[in-house]
Every structure is written in C-alpha cells, then in structure tokens.
C-alpha cells in the first residue's frame, strides 16, 4: 500500500496506529461493540452463543485526532469441543497475544461470572503486558444500583486496568471509552486506508451477512452447524448484480429445517438476506440461495482451511 494512503492528515502530533483484541465470553455483545465503535456493520450480530467463528478485524480511523484502531472480534472464549471450536480458541490466544491493547467485555445483565473469572486467570496466566480495559455492557438494561454493584465486581478483577460501564446496542457511554482506546496505541503509520472498515474478503462478509439471517430464524444445535459459502458474484446486464450462495448444514434432517415447509423458511432467509446485501453493496440484488449437506464439516481440517477459519 502506498505509504500516502495510510498517513493521517491535518493530525496534531504524530499519528497512531495499533490492534485491540475483544476477549469475552460468547454473547456478551463483542460484535455490537465492534460496530458500534468501527461505525458501520463490519460484523454479524445474534443472540445465539459463538456466532463469531472468524477473528475479523474492524478498522475504525479518526483522521483529525490521527490514529486508526484495527479492533479484533474474537470468538467467544470457550472450551473446545471439536475442530472448529478448538480452531476458534487457538485464534482467540494467538490475536490477544499479538494485541496493543485488551478489551475485556462482560454482560453487565448476568453479572460476573465463571466464564468471566476464566477469562480474567487465562489473560492474567498469559502475563501480557498490554494493558486490559474491561468494558461492562448491556448497563441499560440495570438500575443504577445493580450497575454499580457490577461495576464494583469489574473493578476487582487483578488484570484489569480500568472499567467502563456502557451499552453498545444504544451507543451509550462508547465515546469515552474510544477515546481511553485511541490513547493506547502506539505510534505509527496508518495500517488500512482511512476509507476501509474491515480486513474481511467480499465474499466471506457477505457469506456472514446471510448466516446472519440463519441464526436469527435457528434453534438449539442447528444454528452450530451452518455455515455458509457465497460460490459466486457478478454484475448482470440488467443492473442487477447476482449472488450465487449456499448453506451447509450436516444432516438431511437439518436440510429439512432450513428448506421449511414448501420453501417457506429459506425463502424468509432469502429475502432478508437480499436486503442486507443490498444495503451492503449499494445495488439491487439477485440473490440465488441452495441448502446443501456437508457431513461433519466441523471437523474437516481441509474445509475449514478453505473457509478461513484459522
């Protein structure tokens, strides 16, 4: 890249640059956050645990206060339970350990907990040196005296620097928070044009996008097993640009859920899925969507290579 491109201009001082790993128990609102923080949607959201399974980055750049901050949303901090999950843990370790900074996230809605404690003894057990910011979320939905409460358990923890209370589903308490971030990280040119907002491939965030839609409309096992692979992208004639994709699932009972009832659930699929990769692309969209069984893709080393889960 052209060293013009990544240096911030007008800037004060000298501008900086760095990552900012998320560390978090799955579901406590990381891929919100991120969003929030990025300005745009650079990840899926859902309410189902490990809906991330790729450490995709989120490039947020502020070209007045000169510093770009690349913020990292990992998987959820699990233990592993077959290749895929045990392939999301090994990424999880080794982007927290390449991090400038940690942002440690917790629900302030549960409270602390086990999984929390965990996470705090493995950062604490990597002896990082990086400094650990919690940011306790979802405080919108506490009274002021169960949010302090929450607050207080943070602050304890040995491995955290600082605590900030906020809601990234509502923006709330954001700000102060990015500005504690952006004083983190060190100096240094740009890392991604000032026009990028994430490092993930077209194809692989526009997959996410319509796995998005999946998981919105899945329960219990079913939303575990899915993942999705756009074959192909081109512009038509017709101005319309077409998006051949399908959806994996392991079993034909699974194919049968997605398929629904004369069609019904993966055209519901299709349909809002279409919406948000228009929205996306800033074009009209055919969207041509199959269901299609891939038996034990969780545990295909060779697969998950070629889908990018590292």
Known sequence: MDDQI??????????????????????????TLVNAIAGRKVAIISDRPQTTRRASRGVATDLGAGWQMVLIDLPGVQR???VLTERMQRRVELELADSDAVLFVVNA???????????????????AEMPVICAVNKIDRLNVPQTARVLA????????????????KRGTGVEPLIERLAELLPEGPFLYPPSEHTDQPSDVHLAELIREQVLRRTREELPHAVEVAVEEMEPRDDGLIEVRAQIWVETDSQKAILIGRGG????????????E???????????????????????????????GIE
């Open 6 to 31: 990544l240096q911030p201009s007008g800037a004060g001082g000298p501008s900086r640059a760095g990552f900012i790993g998320l560390a978090g128990r799955p579901n406590v609102g990381k891929s």
């Open 80 to 82: 592993p339970r077959d």
């Open 264 to 275: 019904r659930m993966v055209r519901e699929i299709g349909t809002a899925a279409r919406k």
């Open 277 to 307: 990769l228009e929205r996306e692309l800033g074009a009209r969209v055919f969207l041509d969507l199959q269901v299609r069984v891939r038996e034990r893709w969780r545990r295909d080393e060779g697969l998950l290579d070629r889908l």
């Open 153 to 168: 358990e943070a602050a304890e923890f040995d491995v955290v620097d600082e605590v900030f209370p906020l809601s990234a």
């Open 109 to 127: 809605e549960q409270g602390i907990g086990p999984g929390d404690r965990f996470i705090a003894r493995h950062l604490l057990a990597a002896g």
